[in-house]
């Protein structure tokens, strides 16, 4: 894969990752993500489609009351395979009064500057 292909990606996962530290997860899902996603969470059955997919996003933003932290610990790159690895921890107090965290690793799949496919792997229990 060239180093333009490299540089691209890197460009746009850096981007995503702006807007998700910023709070603009909704319009990053209109930006960066492909009409055919398919998103899926550890081994629960996959979201399919964009619509559905911003959908299940809405739901997860309403439900959080008050972010109190969001920290990108790493980003990884395989260009030639069209993919990005992010790991990320978070901790929000949810609208019905308790406070999740999460440590969790996004695999995403690119093609032609957007997400086609991304699953998140993390503790469940946790």
Same mark, same amino acid.
């Given at each position: 894969? =060239? ?6 990606? $890197? ?7 702006? %807007?998700? $530290? ?10 960066f993500? *492909? @009409?055919?996603?398919?998103?899926q ?5 996959? #979201?399919?489609?964009? *619509? *559905?997919n911003?959908?299940?996003?809405? $739901?997860?933003?309403? %439900?959080?009351?008050?972010?109190? =932290? ?7 790159? !395989? ?16 609208? @019905?009064?308790?406070?999740?965290? %999460? !440590?969790?690793? =996004?695999?995403? #799949? ?6 086609? =496919? ?6 469940? *229990?946790?």
């Open positions: 894969m =060239s180093t333009a292909t490299q540089t691209n990606l $890197q460009a746009r996962v850096n981007e995503l990752v702006s %807007y998700i $530290q910023l709070g603009r997860i909704m319009e990053a899902m209109n930006e993500y *492909a @009409d055919n996603l398919v998103m969470e550890n081994n629960k059955p996959a #979201t399919v489609g964009l *619509a *559905a911003i959908e299940r996003e809405k $739901q997860f933003v309403a %439900y959080v009351k008050q972010w109190k =932290s969001l920290n990108i610990e790493a980003v990884a790159i !395989d260009a030639a395979r069209g993919k990005a690895l992010v790991q990320s921890n978070f901790e929000f107090e949810a609208v @019905d009064g308790k406070t999740l965290k %999460y !440590d969790q690793v =996004s695999v995403q #799949t690119w093609k032609d500057g957007k997400i086609v =496919s991304e699953k998140f792997y993390y503790d469940s *229990a946790a």
